[in-house]
T-cell receptor, first 117, second 116 residues
Framework: GAVVSQHPSRVICKSGTSVKIECRSL??????MFWYRQFPKKSLMLMAT?????????EQGVEKDKFLINHASLTLSTLTVTSAHPEDSSFYIC?????????????FGPGTRLLVL | RKEVEQDPGPFNVPEGATVAFNCTYS??????FFWYRQDCRKEPKLLMS???SGNEDGRFTAQLNRASQYISLLIRDSKLSDSATYLC?????????????????FGKGTKLSVKP
């Protein structure tokens, strides 16, 4: 079945450092990937849509210079949290589309838990 | 109306019980509907896609009522392992199948706890 992986699964960093999270589709090509963030006991919130070969589309209120997204290949998208601060601590999850039209389904990576001290 | 709204929960049920979750969505142009389950501190996993005629997968039955913009999930003979948060998910796609323009809108989820 479709598998999406993320790396790292967990990261602890000091305030002011940058953290890169990788999202890979393992057995299919994904022209579009999505990055979500989830705070404890809250619903998933879409941050941005990552488009292979072009700029990411960010949701309202998400700073593109803060959350850098690069989708350099059909199987890899990266999210870099630049100059991380404690309020950036969250669960970051990526997903990739499989199928098309009404059959289109998203599969999620296992998530990356970020803790900024 | 919120884009996707679910029963607030939590649902605490004994093993073997039947439990039903309801969900409403606001965008009448939505075309794709899903139920995901999310275990504590894990990513959402697709449970079922919801088709217009309703569909069943073992103990799980999903139904869609487009006129009322309502989706339901029924779990029969609940197991301890069914304990999780169930997310009602609607594709934001506005009826345009020409490309991957849509993304998923998640309900806040309903927590289910199945007790022995």
């Amino acid at each position: 079945g479709a598998v999406v992986s993320q790396h790292p699964s967990r990261v602890i960093c000091k305030s002011g450092t940058s953290v890169k999270i990788e999202c890979r589709s393992l057995d299919f090509q994904a022209t579009t990937m999505f990055w979500y963030r989830q705070f404890p006991k809250k619903s998933l919130m879409l941050m941005a849509t990552s488009n292979e070969g072009s700029k990411a589309t960010y949701e309202q209120g998400v700073e593109k210079d803060k959350f850098l997204i690069n989708h350099a290949s059909l199987t890899l998208s990266t999210l870099t949290v630049t100059s991380a601060h404690p309020e950036d601590s969250s669960f970051y999850i990526c997903s990739a589309n499989l199928g098309a039209g009404i059959q289109e389904t998203q599969y999620f990576g296992p998530g990356t838990r970020l803790l900024v001290l | 109306r919120k884009e996707v709204e679910q029963d607030p929960g939590p649902f605490n049920v004994p093993e073997g019980a039947t439990v039903a979750f309801n969900c409403t969505y606001s965008n009448s142009a939505s075309q794709s509907f899903f139920w995901y389950r999310q275990d504590c501190r894990k990513e959402p996993k697709l449970l079922m896609s919801v088709y217009s005629s309703g569909n069943e997968d073992g103990r799980f039955t999903a139904q869609l009522n487009r006129a009322s913009q309502y989706i339901s999930l029924l779990i029969r003979d609940s197991k301890l392992s069914d304990s999780a948060t169930y997310l009602c998910v609607v594709n934001r796609q506005d009826g345009n199948y020409g490309g991957s323009q849509g993304n998923l809108i998640f309900g806040k989820g309903t927590k289910l706890s199945v007790k022995p």
